[in-house]
């Protein structure tokens, strides 16, 4: 397998333009997670999909940030208008999160691609 | 915020020594994992440890967790310079979860 891919792994844009950011999670995952990574908050979860059903988006900055999941092998993550504070890297990362009857499960290893690295000017 | 804090932040030592790293965390957990980061790379899982087990082995890897002290601790041993890296401990509740993760430890291994 692959592994998690994403696209770009490089981006500088302006600030109000849009920016998308893809992810191909590995094929069987039934999880897809969107983190970013700063140097000042470091790795915080953006978005959780499970069966590619948002499940927690609690972490989404604002509006401006979106993200979709249309079938079990991709996804994005959509800014618009982007701002220099969006500046960061944004990682994406696929599990198999196992929930049993009881309730109890958790997730388990997380895949993560290379990263999408995003400068905003 | 973040459920994990690793400490130190940073830790420099030779080839050969051993590295140990630690984790506190707040909630109680299903699972503990840590996970390492080379420089301009994606996270990469190490191992991972359930709430009901104490110890864990991988390699030169060697994980704890004390539950009742909310806290995990890492010892790589015989370092390398190829250990060279950041390390992130994670945690999973119960039920439908995601992976919290600290700002992690920076270890540097000098040949």
């Known amino acids: 397998d692959a592994g998690v891919i994403q696209s770009p792994r490089h981006e500088v844009t302006e600030m109000g333009q849009e920016v998308t950011l893809r992810c191909k999670p590995i094929s069987g995952h039934n999880s897809l997670f969107w983190y970013r990574q700063t140097m000042m908050r470091g790795l915080e979860l953006l978005i959780y999909?499970?069966?590619?059903?948002?499940?927690?988006d609690s972490g989404m900055p604002e509006d401006r940030f979106s993200a979709k999941m249309p079938n079990a092998s991709f996804s994005t993550l959509k800014i618009q208008p982007s701002e220099p504070r969006d500046s960061a890297v944004y990682f994406c990362a696929s599990s198999l999160v196992l929930r049993y009857s009881s309730g109890t499960g958790g997730t388990g290893e997380l895949f993560f691609g290379e990263g999408s690295r995003l400068t905003v000017l | 915020s973040q459920q994990g804090e690793e400490d130190p932040q940073a830790l420099s030592i030779q080839e050969g020594e051993n590295a140990t790293m630690n984790c506190s965390y707040k909630t109680s957990i299903n699972n503990l994992q840590w996970y390492r980061q080379n420089s301009g790379r994606g996270l990469v899982h190490l191992i991972l440890i359930r709430s009901n087990e104490r110890e864990k082995h991988s390699g030169r890897l060697r994980v704890t967790l004390d539950t009742s002290k909310k806290s995990s601790s890492l010892l790589i041993t015989a370092s390398r310079a190829a250990d060279t890296a950041s390390y992130f401990c994670a945690t999973s509740n119960s039920g439908y979860s995601t992976l919290t993760f600290g700002k992690g430890t920076m270890l540097l291994v000098s040949p």
């Open positions: 999909f499970n069966n590619n059903v948002p499940i927690d």
